[in-house]
């Protein structure tokens, strides 16, 4: 298995509070992703990274950021969280861009 | 209409049979083509990774890429219970920007009866 570990694993809050999910990856890999996975609409990308301090937007990339100051590390924060970002949120990695992403085992978010 | 169309299932097959898993997708310019298979409460596991056109067999498990009809299948032979999982069909045009976006499909629900 890759040596991915997302956490917290599950998590409940209220709306509006800051919320931070954490990946990191022991594989020295240079790309990580985020993903949210919602019923009806699959997996689809949030921000990803292509290095240090290095991050660009994916598809529902509004009402979230993301850092990544070590290579290890990818962060995604929800700056106030909404009831519709109530979902489950994968961490991929992959070494080059062309090499297949593996992914974490998900944090189950509930915002009520 | 979704770049990436998978029917949802369930799908029910018995133990042994020969399992056919489709994705058909609109966006020419997707070469890379992936299978991931879910169990509940985990992450998606890469099954089958293929580039551009054409088969890739790995044990029991055969993916078939027809570009010139954007169509994708995953054939499973002498199917387990343990197949059962959710099966992921995902793709993208490779590089474009800073990374390798993949447009996942929303998956087909497999369950391999006794």
């Known amino acids: 298995d890759a040596g991915i570990t997302q956490s917290p694993r599950h998590k409940v809050t209220e709306t509006g509070t800051p919320v931070t999910l954490r990946c990191h990856q022991t594989e020295n890999h240079r790309y990580m992703y985020w993903y949210r996975q919602d019923p009806g609409h699959g997996l689809r990308l949030i921000h990803y990274?292509?290095?240090?301090?290095?991050?660009d937007k994916g598809e529902v990339s509004d009402g979230y950021s993301v850092s990544r100051s070590k290579t290890e590390d990818f962060l995604l924060t929800l700056e106030s969280a909404t009831s519709s970002q109530t979902s489950v949120y994968f961490c991929?990695?992959?070494?080059?861009?062309?090499?297949?992403?593996?992914f974490g085992d998900g944090t189950r978010l509930s915002i009520l | 209409q979704k770049e990436v169309e998978q029917d949802p299932g369930p799908l029910s097959v018995p133990e042994g049979a020969i399992v056919s898993l489709n994705c058909t997708y609109s966006n020419s310019a997707f070469q890379y083509f992936m299978w991931y298979r879910q169990y509940s409460r985990k992450g998606p596991e890469l099954l089958m990774y293929t580039y551009s056109s054409g088969n890739k067999e790995d044990g029991r498990f055969t993916a078939q890429v027809d570009k010139s009809s954007k169509y994708i299948s995953l054939f499973i032979r002498d199917s387990q219970p343990s197949d059962s999982a959710t099966y992921l069909c995902?793709?993208?045009?490779?590089?474009?920007?800073?990374?390798?976006?993949?447009?996942f499909g929303t998956g087909t629900q497999l369950k391999v009866e006794l």
């Open positions: 990274s292509y290095g240090v301090k290095d991050t």
């Open positions: 991929a990695i992959s070494g080059t861009a062309d090499q297949p992403q593996h």
């Open positions: 995902a793709m993208s045009a490779g590089l474009t920007g800073g990374g390798n976006k993949l447009t």
